[in-house]
């Protein structure tokens, strides 16, 4: 992105801002990306930037999964619930960090109840569509995230990820998405799901822009226990500096096994542009999965008991009994659960002294069509809802950061479709996970499209 000169910020922001509301109102009666739409308030806050504003994220505008407080707004987190709780008073620290840059909020997004689900169908509002085809889904629990950037409604938007919400979408959407180290960015002034595994983070359509807004929301904050009191690290500076000398490796096994042909393509292809050859394995992948379906579970359901005693009809019917069969789990089920954790982390750490980055596929399949209930993966009928998580929590499940990047081209039954590539490192180098995301987009090999208009207007 070009910086705007000095003198003419401000200008240039309301004209991004317009452009913006004007997309979101030409393309979201198909997208359905989002919630609430705060013209007056940006088109105010653009004009306010000070006429010396500069830097990479001066007049951006972005939005905001609905789980992130904005002064004025009730935070909805997807919920019928939490529209009657008074509108939040202040917005979100990440939302303050980032219009401190000079970018503009213009609205709040679509997502699953409670941020429980991988397919923002939510029955309360309407699914969020995938913008590069409307019959299918766009990913969640940050849909709405994704698919305002994908439709080209916004440049930049911020969603959570428990167990894949921002690694998923960004996978079926085709756009670019950080999920950071867990406490890395702090989650003061949003609704929680899970209090132990919840990360916030940033979708573009450029690796640049990515690195910039992720730059931007660092620090600590003391109001957030979970959040690294540690300094911040800038990423933008170093993001040209390539691969040469990174030790990049493949994850088998299991993200083999429960991937489909266009998966598994799209990781070969990122691999050949690497020059990535080693083969890893992790051990008893699938046991941390159930280890993060457990903690999720538990956690998740202890949030929400006086709901779930009071009003148990207002909750989405999936979440509700989600919710419920938490409630019921036994407390040594959990505790092993964490024990599982501990453990599955130590012997990752271990594996990362061979390696600097892995790479895996984000989803085991392009996006299925809205309403898809099953999906066959290694001879098996699977749910279609939580197996689009199957290869995001096990890595979500131990904090690691992960850029997910998008790849075209690999489904021949629907060429028209994205799909996403896990790029994996230690805790704490985000660095490495944004570097490698911007060689593979400036050789080409990685990019994120607008969707074509025609998809796009009813």
């Avoid at 899970?194 to 990515?210: C, K, M, Q």
């Avoid at 005693?309 to 659960?337: K, T």
Wanted: proline share 9%.
């Amino acid at each position: 992105m070009s910086v705007a000169a000095p003198g003419d910020t401000a200008a240039r922001a309301l004209e991004a801002v317009e452009t913006s509301l004007e997309t979101i109102a030409a393309t979201d009666g198909v997208v359905n990306a989002f919630t609430d739409v705060l013209g007056a308030r940006a088109r105010a806050k653009a004009a306010a930037l000070p006429a010396a504003a500069a830097g990479p994220l001066a007049g951006v505008p972005f939005a905001v999964k609905n789980l992130f407080d904005v002064a004025g707004l009730p935070t909805l987190a997807g919920s019928k619930i939490e529209r009657e709780a008074a509108p939040a008073t202040e917005d979100a620290v990440l939302v303050r960090r980032l219009e401190a840059a000079g970018a503009v909020l213009v609205g709040a997004l679509n997502m699953d109840e409670y941020a429980y689900g991988f397919t923002t169908e939510n029955s309360h509002v309407g699914p969020t569509r995938n913008p590069h085809d409307p019959t299918r889904l766009s990913g969640g629990s940050s849909g709405g995230s994704a698919a305002a950037v994908a439709a080209g409604q916004v440049p930049l938007s911020l969603g959570s990820d428990t167990n894949g919400s921002i690694r998923v979408p960004a996978s079926l959407c085709g756009v670019f998405g950080l999920k950071p180290t867990f406490g890395r960015l702090p989650r003061t002034g949003t609704y929680p799901f899970v209090a132990s595994l919840d990360h916030l983070g940033p979708f573009t359509r450029d690796v640049r822009l990515l690195a910039a807004a992720y730059d931007a929301m660092q620090g600590p904050d003391a109001a957030d226990p979970a959040c690294g009191q540690r300094p911040v690290q800038p990423t933008l500076q170093v993001l040209e500096d390539g691969v040469t000398g990174l030790r990049i490796g493949v994850l088998d096994g299991w993200f083999r096994t429960m991937a489909l042909p266009p998966a598994l393509a799209a990781v070969d292809r990122v691999a050949a542009a690497l020059g990535a050859t080693q083969r890893m394995t992790w051990p008893e992948v699938d046991r941390a999965r159930a280890a993060a379906f457990l903690i999720t579970n538990v956690e998740g359901a202890t949030l929400h008991l006086p709901d779930l005693r009071r009003r148990p009809m207002d909750f989405e019917p999936l979440s509700r009994d989600r919710f419920l069969a938490g409630a019921l789990l036994p407390a040594a089920w959990v505790a092993q659960a964490q024990r599982v954790r501990l453990w599955f982390a130590r012997q990752v750490a271990e594996r990362f002294r061979d390696v600097d980055v892995l790479l895996a596929p984000a989803t085991p399949c392009t996006a299925p069509r809205i309403g898809t209930e099953w999906i066959d993966i290694d001879g098996q009928r699977l749910p279609a809802r939580a197996s689009m998580g199957l290869l995001t929590q096990p890595v979500s499940c131990i904090g690691l950061p992960v850029a997910t990047v998008p790849v075209w081209g690999c489904d021949p039954d629907a060429p028209h479709l994205p799909i996403g590539v896990q790029v994996i490192a230690a805790p704490w180098r985000e660095d490495l996970v944004l570097r490698v995301a911007r060689a593979l987009e400036a050789a080409g090999v990685v990019h994120a499209p607008v969707a074509s208009p025609s998809a796009l207007t009813s």
